[in-house]
């Protein structure tokens, strides 16, 4: 399986802007549909955004439609949040995963958490009002 590292989250004012990294190491991350979720204390994990492994298709949940843009950088292994204007109910854990998918189906996405196959250890965004 794929290993996943995200970085990038911390305290930021609302209206403020962070990017999340997310770096796959032993395997060719090109071969894997990616996506993010986070979780807040005492909520159930949520999907946020997803992209296939061809980086043609994204997918946002509607809280963050608009405010955060997935991106991928197969040939670094990377696989990116944009998050702007954020928001207090944005404060959660930020978890990217992975699931290998066929070149067949290189467009499809999921969105899921069930359908994902790899977890990275997760990075915490905490937005102040």
């Known amino acids: 399986q794929v290993q996943l590292v995200e970085s990038g989250g911390g305290l930021v004012q609302a209206g403020g802007s962070l990017r999340l990294l997310c770096v796959a190491s032993?395997?060719?991350?090109?071969?894997?549909?990616m996506g993010w979720f986070r979780q807040a204390p005492g909520k159930e994990r949520e999907f946020v955004a997803a992209?296939?492994?061809?980086?043609?298709?994204?997918r946002y949940a509607d809280s963050v439609k608009g405010r955060f843009t997935i991106s991928r950088d197969n040939a670094k292994n990377t696989v990116y949040l944009q998050m702007n204007s954020l928001k207090p109910e944005d404060t959660a854990a930020y978890y990217c995963?992975?699931?290998?998918?066929?070149?067949?189906?290189?467009?499809?996405?999921?969105?899921?958490?069930?359908?994902?196959?790899?977890w990275g250890q997760g990075t915490q965004v905490t937005v102040s009002s």
């Open positions: 995963s992975a699931r290998a998918t066929p070149t067949l189906y290189s467009g499809i996405l999921y969105v899921s958490s069930y359908e994902y196959e790899s």
């Open positions: 032993g395997r060719t991350l090109s071969t894997y549909a």
């Open positions: 992209i296939s492994r061809s980086g043609a298709g994204t």
